[in-house]
């Protein structure tokens, strides 16, 4: 009478080495008391989720404020799923907004590490060792249900309207004789391997989310698949594996997978692991008319993170942002911190969202206008120039033609104690800057309504004598005030206040008929740095191009 020991011989014939063997080959991390092992293990679909960048960030601050190892691992089982040079975008994604990864993938073609490979489809030999000894230990048996034998059993689990599913009584191959399953090996009946489940369903198990809190579920009572027919091994399998061996301590991930805990549980039991903690992300929600859903890789574009690059926003924004919907006490600690090195941070579970934090567009818009405000204009203006070339080459070219010029648009109020806050991403530049270039300016504009277009011209007529190219501020701004009195304005706001019908204006007015004549718009920068920049010679066809169009 054969063995369980002489069906696992049959079934990995290769297979050598023993649990022990791995043990010894991965030793435990060398790492100070409470230090966090933790992991991404994205599968190589082509294009970084808001989501998965959001619980690699997770990761990255669980491991880095504990001094311990964050690591990236590609679960590139399921070739149905792959898509060419896939984990090379995650891998750029994660690089371009700074989250740096200690090990594994650290970049594209790039992987270091003593825990390797960090790449599934690279341990199946590993997988197998596993696999071989739970089968010697009749914990695990080969299943030859075909496909369209499941499919029905299923179908007469329904009929009879109960759990689906390959578990007790349903779980046919369970039955089977070492010397049975033998035959059906040498016959070359393919099979999956399964775990022989101990658990019970009436049984409910507890264990503690770190986000979630303590969580009770019934225990598994399925024989999952360990291997596929293709000797592969499924989700399930693999992280309790790649987890163990890698010495994750704490394994974050999407909350899609808490339902599958218990049978989490169960490998590590049966495997003889210590379990890791668990934190179960939830999914980040979008306001959608007046209410919340989960922000959807279909219907929004702010769900890919390329999204973030091809409009613009700096990567230090979209990581501000992302830490105030991490940690809801984050914008506090900006508060009293304004100028710390976000890796000080004090990161905390705790303050995670339990069912799903909001993601706000117009919050990131905010906080990368403060970001942007206090970049100088140099690296506004590199900036610009980086997306630019990839995203509006037109724009490019515009500026590249004369980086000094560029240079002094992005200088304009900047650096001092109050900066404009009028750009909250790259794709705002071009708008922002048109008026500079002689093709951007919109000659379409409309002096406010309670301007004469007679007063106007004769405002513009007098400014051309008394420009002087080369004004300081104060004499520039002399220069408007003193233009206000001959024409009926008052120089003086707040007299203007007090007696608005002996003028036809004020001051303001003045300045706005001179902003509209050299930019075309009510609203700019610092109008005399604008001048100065646009120089003598655009000015003042610009101005004769305005007192022309009123005269019209
Ligand atoms: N490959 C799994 C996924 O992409 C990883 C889940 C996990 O972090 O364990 O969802």
Known sequence: MADWKQVAARLFPDVTRTPDDLEALYPPRALAEGARVTRIAPSPTGYLHLGVFFTALVNRLTASTTNGVFYFRLEDTDKKREVEGGADDILKGFNDYGLTIDEGFVAPGVVHGDYAPYQQSQRVDLYHVYVKSLVEQGLAYPCFCSEEERQQAREAQEAAKCRTGYYGPYAKCRALTPDEALARIDAGTPCVV??????????????????????????????????????????????????????????????????????????????????????????????????????????????????????????????????????????????????????????????????????????????????????????????????????????????AADPAFARGIFAIDRGGAKPRKDMAKWSDAPDYAAYFFDGGMDDGWELPEHLKAADAVAVLQAYKVAYDPAADKDAWFAAVKALCEPFGFCPDVKEYKKHPDDFKGHVGDVSTILRLAVTGRRNTPDLCAIMQLLGKDRVIARIDRAIQNLSE
């Open 194 to 399: 399964r775990l022989r489940s101990g658990g019970d369903e009436s049984r409910r198990i507890a264990f503690t989310d770190l986000i979630k809190g303590k969580i009770e579920m019934p225990e598994n009572d399925e024989d999952l698949v360990l291997l596929k027919s293709d000797g592969v091994p499924t989700y399930h399998f693999a992280h309790a594996v790649d987890d163990h061996l890698m010495r994750t301590t704490h394994v974050i991930r999407g909350d899609e997978w808490i339902s599958s805990v218990p049978k989490h549980l169960e490998l590590f039991r049966v495997l003889g692991f210590k379990p890791p903690k668990y934190a179960h992300v939830a999914p980040l929600m979008k306001e959608d008319g007046g209410g919340k859903r989960k922000l959807s890789k279909r219907k929004d574009p702010e769900a890919a993170m390329h999204y973030y690059a091809s409009e613009g926003y700096p990567a230090d924004s979209v990581l501000e942002y992302l830490f105030t919907v991490v940690n809801s006490d984050f914008e506090d600690w900006r508060r009293c911190n304004p100028d710390a090195n976000r890796a000080a941070f004090p990161f905390n579970f705790k303050k995670m969202s339990v069912s799903g934090a909001l993601f706000d567009l117009a919050k990131l818009s905010d906080v990368s206008k403060n970001v942007i405000a206090r970049m100088t204009a140099d690296e506004v203006t590199d900036a610009v120039l980086a997306w630019a070339k990839d995203y509006d080459p037109t724009f490019y070219e515009t500026l």
